[in-house]
């Protein structure tokens, strides 16, 4: 299990801890994200596509390959999700495709998001678990592994990864 910290910029008001469990089994990744704390969660929707997902409570992913190129994955607890690759650093955007199934369990003041992940891990030798967290009044807070200086930005190597390696199954 990683505990992921809050941006300095961005302290959460409610939320008061994000941690994220990762396993791997073949191409399948198994995640498990805890929220804790008094937050805003999307109303569920049909499981599907969608974008802009991370103007309120969102799971992400950030997957980056040795060449430069990596991809961005959204799940939110509405059940919506979304898929991206890029290049390079925010250049070349466009939709990827991945089998995504998702997960919520919701008690007082807990969010678990569990996502199934099938996909190409070729490519991947680094992962960046990531999330951002809605309270009330529209206050967001940015949770990471660590974030590198500046504005929240988990589109940047610098925040901390995990080796795909280091992975293990179930």
Same mark, same amino acid.
């Given at each position: ?5 809050? +941006? /300095? ?8 801890? %994000? ?13 498990? &994200?805890?929220? =804790? ?7 569920? %929707?049909?499981? /599907? ?5 991370? @103007?309120?409570?969102?799971? =992400? ?9 990596? @991809? ?10 979304? !898929?991206?690759?890029?290049? +390079? &650093? ?7 495709? %991945?089998? %995504?199934?998702?997960?919520? =369990? ?19 030798? @680094? ?13 967001? /807070? &940015?949770?990471?592994?660590? +974030? ?6 988990? +589109?940047?190597?610098?925040?901390? /990864?995990?080796?795909? !390696? ?5």
């Amino acid at each position: 299990m990683f505990a992921l910290v809050p +941006h /300095s910029a961005h302290p959460p008001v409610t939320a008061r801890g %994000v941690t994220v469990g990762i396993e791997r089994v073949e191409d399948i990744l198994l995640l498990t &994200y805890r929220i =804790e704390g008094e937050i805003v969660v999307p109303s569920a %929707v049909q499981p /599907s596509r969608a974008d802009n997902l991370w @103007r309120t409570t969102c799971c =992400e992913l950030f997957l980056f390959g040795p060449a430069g190129s990596y @991809r961005e994955l959204n799940f939110s607890p509405s059940g919506a999700w979304a !898929a991206y690759a890029f290049d +390079h &650093y925010r250049e070349g955007m466009r939709e990827t495709q %991945v089998g %995504v199934g998702i997960d919520v =369990e919701q008690a007082r003041d807990v969010l678990i998001l569990r996502v199934r992940l099938a996909l190409d891990l070729a490519e991947t030798d @680094r992962l960046v678990p990531a999330a951002v967290v809605e309270e009330a009044g529209g206050h967001i /807070s &940015y949770w990471a592994l660590v +974030h590198p200086c500046g504005a929240p930005d988990f +589109h940047d190597r610098g925040c901390a /990864s995990i080796a795909l !390696a280091d992975i293990a199954a179930p």
